[in-house]
T-cell receptor, first 113, second 114 residues
Framework: DTGVSQDPRHKITKRGQNVTFRCDPISEHNRLYWYRQTLGQGPEFLTY????????KSRLLSDRFSAERPKGSFSTLEIQRTEQGDSAMYLC???????????FGPGTRLTVT | AQSVTQLGSHVSVSEGALVLLRCNYSSSVPPYLFWYVQYPNQGLQLLLK??????LVKGINGFEAEFKKSETSFHLTKPSAHMSDAAEYFCAVTRGQAGTALIFGKGTTLSVSS
């Protein structure tokens, strides 16, 4: 078991460009979560999946953000028309199921210039 | 609605001293509470969790936390700080039932001096 992995670890993009991040959860974990963490703050919830179904989205997840989890395995988070305010660490976590703790990946640090 | 308040954004202790990181929560349902640690440029690692069993919870690396319903607190302690404990610590509560999104506090940075 290699834990939750995220790719890329760092991404620098220009304002207006689209970016996509990938998260590979711990195998057999049914739940997958996305969080965003800005400097000096705790992580903020964005969305989560139960298998391939997206069960909840935060109001932080504007129309420019979309997340998918095809086949209930890895997940992608896409940000369209990036803005400087999108600069943050994007964290992915997974859990086995209801009531289980979430295991976090190392995060993808996005810098929008 | 659930929320978490971490008192003190920065705590400094000497090596060997007691570590006390404070967390107060607000929850309309019986809460599930967690403490996570984050080292620079890394993800979050679970230290311990409270899920309505024993009120005194023991975690990894010698940390423990006590759930006090009357005080709505879940403070994190360690009897003797080590240099390797220097990191950022986050308290979190689940929103609604366990297994749903975590709501995090703003974090407390722990510094340990020799």
């Amino acid at each position: 078991d290699t834990g939750v992995s995220q790719d890329p670890r760092h991404k620098i993009t220009k304002r207006g460009q689209n970016v996509t991040f990938r998260c590979d959860p711990i195998s057999e974990h049914n739940r997958l979560y996305w969080y965003r963490q800005t400097l000096g703050q705790g992580p903020e919830f964005l969305t989560y999946f139960q298998n391939e179904a997206q069960l909840e989205k935060s109001r932080l997840l504007s129309d420019r953000f979309s997340a998918e989890r095809p086949k209930g395995s890895f997940s992608t988070l896409e940000i369209q028309r990036t803005e400087q305010g999108d600069s943050a660490m994007y964290l992915c976590a997974s859990s086995l199921g209801w009531g289980d703790e979430q295991y976090f990946g190392p995060g993808t640090r996005l810098t929008v210039t | 609605a659930q929320s978490v308040t971490q008192l003190g954004s920065h705590v400094s202790v000497s090596e060997g001293a007691l570590v006390l990181l404070r967390c107060n929560y607000s929850s309309s349902v019986p809460p599930y509470l967690f403490w996570y640690v984050q080292y620079p440029n890394q993800g979050l690692q679970l230290l311990l969790k409270y899920t309505s069993a024993a009120t005194l919870v023991k975690g990894i690396n010698g940390f423990e936390a006590e759930f006090k319903k009357s005080e709505t607190s879940f403070h994190l302690t360690k009897p003797s700080a080590h240099m390797s404990d220097a990191a950022e610590y986050f308290c979190a509560v689940t929103r609604g039932q366990a297994g749903t999104a975590l709501i995090f506090g703003k974090g407390t940075t722990l510094s340990v001096s020799s």
